[in-house]
Structures are given as C-alpha cells and as structure tokens.
T-cell receptor, first 116, second 116 residues
Framework: AQSVTQLDSHVSVSEGTPVLLRCNYSSSYSPSLFWYVQHPNKGLQLLLKYTSAATLVKGINGFEAEFKKSETSFHLTKPSAHMSDAAEYFCVVIPRTNFGNEKLTFGTGTRLTIIP | DADVTQTPRNRITKTGKRIMLECSQTKGHDRMYWYRQDPGLGLRLIYYSFDVKDINKGEISDGYSVSRQAQAKFSLSLESAIPNQTALYFC???????????????FGPGTRLTVL
C-alpha cells in the first residue's frame, strides 16, 4: 500500500521569494514520485517525476524536487516565485513494480498563492 | 492537452437523471482512468481499464459505471445522479510499456458536473 501526505493545504509567498511545498510518502515498494500542477479551470500538468535515477529532479518552469529516502520526502522547490506559479500542486506516488497493476495515489493538494 | 479530450466540459443536471461523460484519446495508450476531484480531497480513482476487455473498480466506484468502447474511448456513467456526485471529473491515460518505470498519466481538461 502507499500513501501521500502534503503537509500544507495552503502556502502563500511573495513574488520573487523561494517556494517550498512539502510532501511525505509511504510505499511498500520503491516508489516513483510525481508533482502535478493544476491552474484554475485547467487539467493537471506534470511538473516533474522521480523514477530511481538522480535524486534531484528538475522540472518545468524552474521547479525542482529532491527525493530523500531516509526522510520519505519529495519536497518541491523553486528559488524565485512568479505570479504565474499560482495554482494547486499535487504530490503523487506510484509503487515501482513490474506487476502491471500500479495505480497513482494523490495527495490532497497544496494551493500556492503568490503575493505581488 | 488536446491528446486527451473530455465531453462535455460542463454539465448541470437534476437528481435521478442518467449522465454519461465521455473521454477520447489520440495518444495510443492502452490504459485509461476516471477520477473525481473534490476540494481538499485530491483526486480519487473511480474506475480504470488496462485494455478494451479489462475494467476494474477504483476506490470510489459505487454509483458509477464505465464502458471501454474502443482503445481510444472510455465513458463514465452515473446511472441515477445524486447531489454528492457534484465534482470535477478527470479522464487520464498511461502507456502500458512504461510499467515498472513509473508510468506518468496524461490528463484531460476535466468535466465539471453539478447535480441539483
């Protein structure tokens, strides 16, 4: 079984300051981890993913995340927030097996607000 | 993402009515999924299909049914809609060949359903 906990339901930062969105996971198997972003009235777009290669993963729009097995964390960061980053962000885990029946488990989301 | 389309995009209906939401994809993926999104709950899996002859219940399948008419089409039906089925519904696809490496899912734009 697997689960995801997004530690903050809402984060507000000023434009130009760093962004940190926190995610902890549990998984019976080695996990693959994703961050998806959902802008208002839009579908979900993949920001980045970890699939057992480098533990520091770079994604689109300047976001990155670091897989820390010892802390079971996959926090999302960005050095400098932009107004266009305002959206809801979802951390997602999927167990990395070869059974062919893996399913995604979503966190409950973090709403990021950018203050001008 | 135009590769995964959903119709209708918005629908308002009354309690007791039968509703069908449709999903089509041009990505050539075998796997298709239906999720619902509720505020503060993230996305929850309703049904999924790994190929045309394979249909599986997700975590919240009660009150819903699905039909996989072809590899590219996956429909979700509410046989008798009730107000607590008011939600944002997403269709997603993934590639069978990505199994074991963390198969990313590709999402449609969503259908906003309101049951009065």
């Amino acid at each position: 079984a697997q689960s995801v906990t997004q530690l903050d339901s809402h984060v507000s930062v000023s434009e130009g300051t760093p962004v940190l969105l926190r995610c902890n996971y549990s998984s019976s198997y080695s996990p693959s981890l994703f961050w998806y972003v959902q802008h208002p009235n839009k579908g979900l777009q993949l920001l980045l993913k970890y699939t057992s290669a480098a533990t520091l993963v770079k994604g689109i729009n300047g976001f990155e995340a670091e897989f820390k097995k010892s802390e079971t964390s996959f926090h999302l960061t960005k050095p400098s927030a932009h107004m266009s980053d305002a959206a809801e962000y979802f951390c997602v885990v999927i167990p990395r097996t070869n059974f062919g029946n893996e399913k995604l488990t979503f966190g409950t989301g973090t709403r990021l607000t950018i203050i001008p | 993402d135009a590769d995964v389309t959903q119709t209708p995009r918005n629908r308002i209906t009354k309690t007791g009515k039968r509703i069908m939401l449709e999903c089509s994809q041009t990505k050539g993926h075998d796997r298709m999924y239906w999720y619902r999104q509720d505020p503060g709950l993230g996305l929850r899996l309703i049904y999924y299909s790994f190929d045309v002859k394979d249909i599986n219940k997700g975590e919240i399948s009660d009150g819903y049914s699905v039909s996989r008419q072809a590899q590219a089409k996956f429909s979700l039906s509410l046989e008798s809609a009730i107000p607590n089925q008011t939600a944002l519904y997403f269709c997603a696809t993934s590639d069978l060949r990505a199994t074991g490496t963390g198969n990313e899912q590709f999402f449609g734009p969503g259908t906003r359903l309101t049951v009065l």
